[in-house]
């Protein structure tokens, strides 16, 4: 099992910046990624960074304004948001791939059921 606390949430202006952090304890991740849900929406993939490969991967609607990074010896995955928009609203959740996990080796996980452990979330409020 593999332990998740997230931090760097809160309350900005449409075209400010946000860094979120979330830490990893436990089992080692073979990835790490972020989802986002909106209140009456399903839990979305934001972005993922895969440790072997250091592959990285954004939904469309983030590219180009957001960042994912990590350090795999720390366990420690970031996502930078810059330019934000009031539909980037959403409290987000960090999410970690530890074996054993469902699916075959892949070069990025986007699926919720790829991942087998979650954060708690975190909200993040984007004003107009």
């Known amino acids: 099992q593999v332990h998740l606390v997230e931090s760097g949430g809160g309350l900005v202006q449409a075209e400010g910046s946000l860094r979120l952090s979330c830490a990893a304890s436990g089992r080692t991740t073979q990835a790490m990624g972020w989802f986002r849900q909106a209140p009456g929406q399903e839990r979305d993939f934001v972005a993922t960074i895969t440790w072997g490969n250091g592959a990285t991967y954004y939904r469309d609607s983030v590219k180009g304004r957001f960042t994912i990074s990590g350090d795999n010896a720390k366990n420690t995955v970031y996502l930078q948001m810059n330019n934000l928009k009031p539909e980037d609203t959403a409290v987000y959740y960090c999410?970690?791939?530890?074996?054993?996990?469902?699916?075959?080796?892949?070069?990025?996980?986007?699926?919720?059921?790829?991942?087998?452990?979650w954060g708690q979330g975190t909200q993040v409020t984007v004003s107009s």
């Open positions: 999410a970690a791939r530890s074996a054993p996990a469902y699916g075959s080796p892949k070069d990025y996980y986007t699926q919720k059921y790829e991942y087998n452990n």
